[in-house]
Each structure stands twice: as structure tokens, then as C-alpha cells.
């Protein structure tokens, strides 16, 4: 396999920009797929849209993989330069953030889906952050444009204010709404019209005179912004002459992985426009397996990096990113960065050091799959019938190397589930262990006290897909309680302790003593809980020190005020004592559990809650009435804008206050309101707020007490 030929790319944006309909176009431009079906038209639905769910709701809720192949623009007709291309598509949803997390974490490239009216919305600033994490070079595509009200140009502004990007505009769009008919190449000075049927025909005509003057000025804005990035194309500006077509691409290409700007092309997928056009710039500009820089950490000091080749003859190395559960066993998803699999052989899971048999490869095509005997460094494919975990390492070598997992946010909403029959608990067991497997966001655990089963999740609709999952895949019926808000805990004053553990019941005592203060973190800090050493001359055995700070972690589970996990401690150890004969591990431990039990509350304690940001889009005459709602929910309207008769409302609101939202603002609009939200913040609770969340659990914890 050439991996210069190679391209690894996702796409990527906000809710409804259009992803998987781009992704329809992909497939049939390059002759994956025979007939274009519809995100939401009926008939079979759109390819990589393949789960009943998706189908019927008209959203991706997992990521799917494909394979396609595009020529190289360069050589048109010659099958020698024909480049292969692993795509996955991937979520809009903030619910479902794990699958862009874990494609972005094993890709090389991306394209930036914007809808040409919405701009840069609050996913699309999600998905940005998660690019910028894994040092991902994209390219933005302005997709919708035959909607009435595009604005291709003002997103540039957009880009660089709401991302902090270098937009560069390489296309010049010819109309927009209805009367949009195709695209300027700037570099080239070429316009482009796409006719047939499905737009399968490019026609390449010179530039049409109305739009030549508005062209050379935003190719010479184009070439200025280029010549940042190229001494050689500043020195042929400078001197007034004309750069090479070539030369341009060049720039382009070096400018984009090196992630200082990010080329901006313009079209519409559902009307076939531009989307050819787009499959060239990501042949041209996104970097093979080759162009890109890999490390991993040394198995014997993961402080050491060793850098990672795409070499099929090296040790492989390769990351477990996706886990599906089928019918037929475990469906594993592995990028190979370094190396080379085959069928049937044995390779080492680093964490685990476990020996696994590969014993089917296969490349995915949405939920079909193609069987193949082997793979290379820079392919992208699936094995069935392991056992790992997502973001596991696997090489050929045991103890050779781990590569960095993904981000893991925490979840924000938890609700209780309980099998309508007791005879079906077990099903649901399995369906909860097979979704937590898949599913890193995806949390199950057991109450203590009201022993019920409670799963947590990124949103209300990431926990109504696993319940609707589990009716239909098991055959299970839930009752689903309220949903609850995950609070914290946290302190708001310095307190100085000191606490004395002491235990004397015949034979050998327990003794223990500390000394020293709780304190507030700093508010950016990105830690929960920090614990400094501070003793001096051994006024308590060094030997100590992780049974008292294993103490004190061992309680922040449950603070004092309302049983939430604490956050945003830190505990400072200054001197204390010992008993040479009664002092132990155990009792130094239990010395700091009692400390934190007694004293935390002197830090004078507050419940945090989850805020989140809430980006709301209704006609403009129902303005009033969801500013005013989202008031009464005690949010906070941070940005409200009108275009084209549409209100655009971004605000921080509590999420306890956000529940069953979806059908109040329905309700409020007529149907035409829509909002998408993710967690921006935890943010102290006002103290009326915090006395009824501790009057709350207080009266839940004295009905346990009754029933029991």
C-alpha cells in the first residue's frame, strides 16, 4: 500500500449541518454507493446512518467507518493515482461528544462542516477544541448553501472571532438560496457548475464577469494570507508578479497541517453542489499517515516518547478506539500506526498484557463489512472476537509501548432503572455491561442505600437512546425515574485542623495525628483534589504519607452536606505525631477519613451545580417569551442575534432547571423552536437553591431509614 495515497479524514461539526448527507455525496461521487438515499426522505435512510434509531430520529448517534476511493486532481483518468480514503462520520450531537472524541483522537485529518446560515455554533466550537486537542488539520467546508438567508462570507468573520482560527477563502460562491449555482475556484480562476441528475457532471466554464471584480479582490486577500506561511510566494507579490498554480497548492498544503490556517470551500450536499471539488482539496491538502508526526509512551518510562513510523515492516503498534457489541461478539475498531497485522496471529493488549488472536480482519462500510487477511501502518479496520477496552494499545511486542487515550468527560445527569420484571434483570445487566463497554461516557452503578440501578450519561437524550436500546435490542421493559443532577461539593474558606486518632481497646492501640489546613483550589484549576506533604523532621515517618492522603481521598465520595462527591479541595499535611508502637498504616488512615468527616464542614461548605450552555434558535417574534422563560429558569442570556427573521440565543441556564426542555419549547414556538446544550461550567448554587438540595436529600435519606 502507497500511504502517500492514503488520507484518514473525519467529518465533523454542529447539529444539522449537514454531515451525513455530505457523507451520502462522498460515497456516490466515488462510486461506494449507487443511489443517493436521505438523512430524513423515507426510503432506507442515509448509508452511514445505519442503526433503526437513527433512521427514525434523523441524527447520527454513533460514528460509522468507510472506505472509498478518489483520484488525484493532478492526474484525472489515470487509476494509477487513485488514493484511498478511510471516512468516519461522525455525532453533531453534544450527547454523543465520546465518538468525535475517540474518531479525532485516530485520524489525520478532518473537514469542518458549517451550515452557511447558523455559522460557528456551539458544537461546531465543541468539535474545534477537540481538533485543537489531538493536533487535527481540517479543512471548513460552508455547506447549505441553497438556504435562503447563506452568509458564506460573514462566517469568515465567525471562524476567526468564535474559534480563534486563520480562516482562508480558496472558493467564491456564484448566488445563494435558491438561486445558488456552483463555486469559483480562486487558485485555478475557474467557475464551476455541477449538472446531471445529482450534480455528477463538473463543468468547467472561465469566470462569469459579474463576479470578476468581487474575485480579484478576494484572491488577492486569499494570496496576501498565504504568503504568511511561504518566503518565495511573498517575494513573487511583492514584485507584482503571478504565483504558480502549483506553488499555491503548496502553501496551502504546508499551511494547513502545520494548523495555522484553515482553507475555507463553499457548497451544498443536499443539491449536489461542490461536494467533487471537496474530495480534491482533502487529496491535495489533508496529510497521509505519512505526514504526520506519531509518539508513544515507552512501556518502561512513560515519561520517554518514542516516536512511531508508519513502516508495515516495524513492530506493530496499533489503538483499539471503538467498540460495537453484535449479534456475532465483540466488533473491535484499530487505527495501525506503526507495523502491520495478519489474520490469525497473536498480538499483545498493553495494558492488560494479554495475548489476543486476531482471527478475522475485516473493513467496515457503514454496519457491512468486507473480510481482508491483513493490514498496514496508516489503515484503518475492524477485528471481531476480542476482549479490550477502548483506547487500549496492542503490539506485537508485550511491554513495548502505550499510546495516549482519549478525553473522557464526566457525565453530568443520572437517572434510576429498574426492569418492570424481576425475571428480566438479567438482560438488563447485560445490555448496561455491553453499553458501558462501548461507551466510555456511559456510567452504571448501584445505589448503596435505595440499592436501586442508576446509569449516568452526557445529556437527557444520550440516556433516552441506551433505555430505548435496551427496550428493542433486549427486549426489556424499564421504569426510568426522574432524571438527577450530579451536584458537587465544594470549599469556600481556608480551615486550619488538627486531629488526634486515638484507640485503646487492649492490645495494640490505634494512633494517629495531623496537623495542618484545608483550602480552596484556585477557580481555573483543572485538578479536584491536591494533597501536599509539608512534615519536617520527622515529626510523622515519611513511611505514612499515603495512608493519610489515601485517608482523605477515600471520603470524597460523599461530603458532609448533602452526600455529593468534593471538589476543589486541597489539604495541606504541616506536622502532627506518632506512637512507635501503636501508629500504623491503618490508623494514620483512619485518622484522616475522621478529619475530613469532622472538619470539612468548617470550610464552610457549597453545593455546585452544572451549568450549562444552552444555544436556542426560534422565529424572532417568539423572541420575548423564550428570553423571558429562560429567565424564570434562573439562566443568564449571554448573546441574542436576528438574521433573517431567525433568533439566534445563547445562555447559561442550571440543568436542573433544563429537564424536558425539548417539548417546552416546542410548545412555546409552535414546533419551530429548536436548542442544543453541553456543559459549560459547575457554578455555585444560590442559597436558597442549596437549602432545598440539602432538605431534598436529607428527606430522601429519612424515607430510606423508614423503609428499611
Known amino acids: 500500500m502507497d500511504l502517500t495515497k492514503v488520507r484518514n479524514f473525519g467529518i465533523s461539526a454542529h447539529i444539522d ?30 448509508t452511514m446512518d445505519h442503526m433503526e434509531l437513527e433512521k427514525e430520529r434523523g441524527i447520527t448517534i454513533t460514528s460509522a467507518a468507510t472506505h472509498l476511493e478518489w483520484n488525484d486532481p493532478a492526474f484525472p483518468g489515470d487509476e494509477s493515482h487513485m488514493h484511498v480514503m478511510n471516512l468516519i462520520d461522525t455525532p453533531g450531537h453534544v450527547d454523543f ?69 486563520n480562516p482562508v477563502l480558496i472558493q467564491y460562491p456564484m448566488g445563494g438560496g435558491d438561486d445558488f449555482a456552483g463555486v469559483i475556484d480562486m487558485i485555478t480562476q475557474k467557475a464551476y457548475f455541477f449538472d446531471g441528475n445529482k450534480g455528477e457532471v463538473v463543468r468547467e466554464e472561465p469566470i462569469p464577469a459579474e463576479y470578476e471584480a468581487p474575485v480579484k479582490e478576494w484572491r488577492h486577500k486569499m494570496l496576501e494570507a498565504l504568503a504568511m506561511y511561504s518566503d518565495e510566494l511573498m517575494e513573487i507579490l511583492l514584485s507584482e508578479q503571478e504565483p504558480t498554480i502549483q506553488l499555491v497548492y503548496d502553501v496551502i498544503k504546508k499551511a494547513t497541517q502545520q494548523q495555522g490556517m484553515t482553507p475555507v470551500m463553499i457548497g451544498s450536499a443536499y443539491k449536489n453542489k461542490g461536494v467533487q471539488l471537496l474530495l480534491d482539496a482533502i487529496v491535495r491538502y489533508l496529510p497521509s499517515p505519512l505526514e504526520r508526526e506519531l509518539t508513544a509512551k515507552k512501556w518502561d518510562n512513560p515519561a520517554e516518547t518514542m516516536e512511531l513510523k508508519p513502516d508495515p515492516k516495524a513492530p506493530f503498534v496499533g489503538m483499539a478506539f471503538k467498540i460495537v457489541e453484535d449479534p456475532f461478539g465483540q466488533l473491535t475498531f484499530l487505527r495501525i500506526y506503526q507495523g502491520s497485522i495478519k489474520k490469525g496471529e497473536f498480538y499483545y493488549n498493553q495494558r492488560t498484557q494479554k495475548k489476543d488472536r486476531f482471527s478475522q480482519i475485516v473493513k467496515m462500510h457503514a454496519n457491512k463489512r468486507e473480510v481482508v487477511d491483513g493490514a498496514e501502518a496508516g489503515d484503518i479496520v475492524a477485528i471481531t472476537g476480542i476482549d479490550c477496552a477502548s483506547g487500549d494499545t496492542y503490539a506485537s511486542e508485550n511491554k513495548y509501548c502505550s499510546l495516549e487515550s482519549m478525553f473522557v468527560p464526566e457525565p453530568v445527569i443520572k437517572v434510576a432503572v429498574t426492569p418492570t420484571s424481576r425475571a428480566d ?43 430505548e436500546r435496551i427496550r428493542r435490542e433486549y427486549k426489556v421493559e424499564l421504569e426510568v425515574g426522574a432524571p438527577k443532577v450530579s451536584y458537587r461539593e465544594s470549599p469556600t474558606k481556608k480551615y486550619e485542623y488538627n486531629y488526634k486518632h486515638k484507640k485503646q481497646t487492649g492490645g495494640s492501640g490505634q494512633y ?37 492522603e489515601k485517608g482523605f481521598r477515600a471520603l470524597l465520595n460523599k461530603g458532609p452536606l448533602a452526600e455529593y462527591p468534593i471538589v476543589g479541595l ?22 484522616a477519613q475522621d478529619c475530613l468527616r469532622t472538619h470539612f464542614i468548617d470550610t464552610k461548605p457549597a453545593i455546585l451545580e452544572p451549568i450549562m450552555k444552552v444555544e436556542i434558535e426560534c422565529p424572532d417574534n417568539y423572541q ?77 435519606s429519612k424515607q430510606l431509614v423508614g423503609a428499611k
Open 425 to 467: 434483570s438479567d438482560k438488563m445487566g447485560k445490555a448496561l455491561q455491553r453499553f458501558r463497554k462501548e461507551d466510555p461516557t456511559f456510567r452504571v452503578f448501584n445505589d448503596e442505600e435505595t440499592s436501586e440501578t442508576i446509569i449516568a450519561g452526557m445529556g437527557e437524550l444520550h440516556l433516552d437512546i441506551y433505555v
Open 512 to 548: 494517629g495525628h495531623v496537623v495542618g489546613y484545608f483550602e480552596p483550589l484556585e477557580a481555573d484549576s483543572t485538578e479536584n483534589f491536591v494533597f501536599e506533604w509539608k512534615v519536617t523532621g520527622g515529626r510523622i515517618p515519611g513511611e505514612f504519607e499515603n495512608s493519610i
Open 17 to 46: 449541518s449537514g454531515k451525513t448527507t455530505l457523507s451520502e455525496r462522498i460515497l456516490f461521487y466515488s462510486g461506494r454507493i449507487h443511489k443517493i438515499e436521505e438523512v430524513k426522505g423515507g426510503g432506507d435512510g442515509a
Open 570 to 591: 486541597k489539604v495541606v499535611v504541616t506536622d502532627g505525631s506518632y506512637h512507635d508502637v501503636d501508629s500504623s498504616d491503618r490508623a494514620f488512615q483512619i485518622c
Open 624 to 700: 420575548g417569551d423564550v428570553t423571558g422563560d429562560v429567565n424564570r429558569r434562573r439562566g443568564i442570556i449571554m448573546n441574542s442575534d436576528t438574521r433573517e427573521g431567525v433568533c439566534q440565543i445563547i445562555a447559561e441556564v442550571p440543568l436542573s432547571e433544563v429537564f424536558g426542555y425539548a417539548t417546552d419549547i416546542r410548545s412555546m414556538t409552535k414546533g419551530q423552536g429548536t436548542f442544543t446544550m453541553e456543559l459549560s461550567k459547575y457554578a455555585k448554587a444560590p442559597s436558597n437553591v442549596q437549602e432545598e438540595i440539602i432538605a431534598e436529600k436529607k428527606k430522601q
Open 97 to 165: 461528544t465520546i465518538e468525535v472524541e475517540r474518531s479525532l483522537r485516530v485520524l489525520d485529518g478532518a473537514v469542518l462542516v458549517l451550515c452557511a446560515v447558523g455559522g460557528v455554533q456551539s458544537q461546531s466550537m465543541t468539535v474545534d477544541r477537540q481538533m485543537k486537542r489531538y493536533h487535527v488539520p481540517r479543512i471548513a467546508f460552508i455547506n447549505k448553501m441553497d438556504r435562503t438567508g447563506a452568509r458564506p462570507l460573514s462566517i469568515l468573520d465567525d471562524l476567526k472571532t468564535k474559534l480563534n482560527a
